[in-house]
Every structure is written in C-alpha cells, then in structure tokens.
C-alpha cells in the first residue's frame, strides 16, 4: 500500500485523532502538507474536529489549503495508506483486533503509552505482550507495527504559535521498511528527525520513558521531550 | 554523611571503576575536580587504573593535581562519601549484598543496565526487582539508592579531546535530597546536567533505553546519548 510511493503522498489516518496526542500529531502534519484522515468512535465528533485542524493547519502554513477529513475509526483504517494509533491504552487492543481486516498490509504506527496514576504520580501498566507496539504487532499480523511518535507533547504539537519542535521521534520495529518510511514522517515534523531506535522487543522502554517525562514536567513546569545526541 | 556538604568536597567512590562506564566516570569526575576512590574486585589492578585515570584527568585539567586513589570494592565502599555502581548487572546484587555495611547512610548511585545479547542484538534482561536499582534499594535498606549516569557513552567520557559532551543524566530516585546531590555531580561533567526524572518505580526504562541506544550506536555508527529537551 505505501510501497515505492514517496511520504508526502500518503494519507496519514489517525485512530484517537480527537485526543490530544492525536490531534496533536493530526494539525502539525496537515500544516505540513500530509493529508489527514482523522478518526472517532464519534465519526461526527470526528468530522467536527476535523474541520477545526484543518483551519488552524491552514493558517500555520500560510492560508494554504490542507486536506483534514473525519470518519469512523473503521472508516479511517480502510481509507488511509498510513494509520497512526493515539488511542487511549485501556481501549486499545480492543480497538485494533476490530480493525485487523481494514489495517491489513499497512504500516500501523503505535504511540499508545500504557501508564496509570496514583497518589505517587505516573507509573507503566504492564502489558502481557511486554509493550503496547507488540500487543498491536499481536493482534494485527497482517500488518506492519511500528511504535513511534511517544515523546512528542501534545502541547506543544498543538501550539502552532512555534513554528518548530525541539526533539527526536525514537522509532522501534521490526521492518525497516516500514521503519523508514515512519521516520521519514517524523522528520515532516519541522524540527524534529525520526531515529531508527531499535527492535520491537524493545519498544516497552520506549513507551514507558514517557512517564518519566511526565515527572519531568512537574518537576520543572516544562513540556519535556527527547533529542538523541550524536545522531 | 553527605548532609550539608558541597558536592565538590565529596570523596566519589567508583565500584566496578576498571570497566569502561566506571573508568569513563572516573576519569572525567576527577578531570572535573571531584576525589576519585577507584574500586575493583582486584585492589592491585585498581590501583593501576588509578594512576593511569590520574595521569590523563590531571593533563586534560591543565596539569593540576587530581587525586585518584584505587582499592578493593570494599574498601572503596567504606572509605568514600558516595557511591557509584559500575559493575557488570552479572556480578551487581552479590557485590551489593556484601557491603551493605560499608554503603549504609550512604548515596549510592547505580548505573548498571541490566542486559543480554542474542543473534538479535541487545536485548533488556528482567529483574525481579524491577530494575538494577531497584534491587540495589532492596540490598541496601540502609543507603540512599538513586539511578543515574545510564546513557552516557563509556567511548565519550574516555575521549578527553573533547571536553564537553553533548547529553543529559536521568536521575530517579524516591529521596529528593540525594538526587539532588546527584544531579549536581552529574553537573560537574562538561555539557551535562542531571535532570530529576522520576521515582524509582519508574527506574527501569530509564535503565533500559541504553539498550535502544545500542542500537541507535549500531546502526548510525555513533555514541548516542540523550538530551532532555524544553529544560
């Protein structure tokens, strides 16, 4: 499906895309130039959101026009090259083991972080599958998973009043097929690069390093990422 | 025994200090100013490495004098105001079994990252703990147990050429007083600074990225670390 075709060609289709994290990643990659699919449970919920990305990425890019439509979570799986998964984690394999069929052959990109709370702050949910990319790896064999996109604030994705982000996307599969083109995705992010990081047996620390970020921002009242220094 | 004092007058004790992430710590400690106990399983070998950490830290300082001292791990553990754990994970919960007299009412600072290899690459071995430093807490009911100093390259801290090196330690921990001792050592390395990054129930990712590092290492041919952004 995304075969031999260049990334700017993709429709990128976001799961969860009325959250923050997916709403997020929804207005930065329309605002440069990605076409979007965003999907809801609530496909009218959906469309509304969609309309409201599809304005502020327009304005981020200069009045240009973009491309954000809303759908059905289903709708969007069938319809998109690309499917981005920011569900929430306690809806998440129930999510994916209904869409097997429509992600069948696509590269499915994971960015679901599996954390609870309590008094003592964040903390990792264990997963039976030892991470959230591999629980989706497991219930979509058909499919090419790669997790990605975890480190990335939702705030600061949203707030288009800076035209760049400072940080990295870490990129764990399994494909290097599928892992390149995800990272040439990432690197659509203005200022942002998608760092080949590894195997999806090691996509739970991954994942789980984000709930370090959350004590970070407590801590120092920032909207934390991570850069991979070196690279 | 660390109460009240300056960082700078603290006695660092290096455990494991003949390895490379212990040599590579030690050497740029005391290039930066900190007394250095070096300690081996081995008293007369760390006793080598000693002189030989002293000669290259005191010429990359300007030639002023450094004191680095090599031991036993024991005697290091006894006689040094703060610990770190450099040791091979294979060896860690033994050695710390063994001198949780020495270590009590101490900090002790574990970097160790418990991991495998297979024909797949680097791979994160489990802890019953948790994690390495977890397990340090657990044998050492009486020390102050932070993890720290895990994703820096043991290559770049041994390369005095560069003085500085571009990269973040991720400090966990559920004492604030120690981190903060810790961050401030961990500032004493050019170009880094210790970031408070969560208790210690959130220990072994921060742990366990170092194995996504290796595989960053691996494929762009570089010493990656991590830089911890909007802070």
Known sequence: ??????????????????????????????????RILLGSRDADRAAEVAAEVATRASAAAGGVEVSVQGGSNADVAGAADLVIVAVPYAGHAELLAELATPLAGKIVVDCVVPMG????????????EGSATQQA???????????????????????????????DVMVVGDDRASMDTVQALAGRLPGMRGIYSGRLRNARQVEALTINLVSVNRRYKVHAGIRVTDV
């Open 117 to 128: 709370f309590d008094e003592l702050g964040a903390y990792v949910l264990d997963v039976p």
């Open 1 to 34: 499906m995304t075969e031999g075709r260049a990334v700017e060609e993709l429709v990128v289709g976001v799961l969860g895309g009325t959250g923050p994290q997916g709403r997020g990643l929804a207005v930065r990659l329309a605002a440069a130039g990605q």
């Open 137 to 167: 790896a497991a219930l979509l064999p058909d499919s090419h998973v790669v997790g990605a996109f975890h480190h990335l604030s939702a705030r600061l994705l949203e707030d288009l009043s800076h035209p760049t982000i400072d940080g």
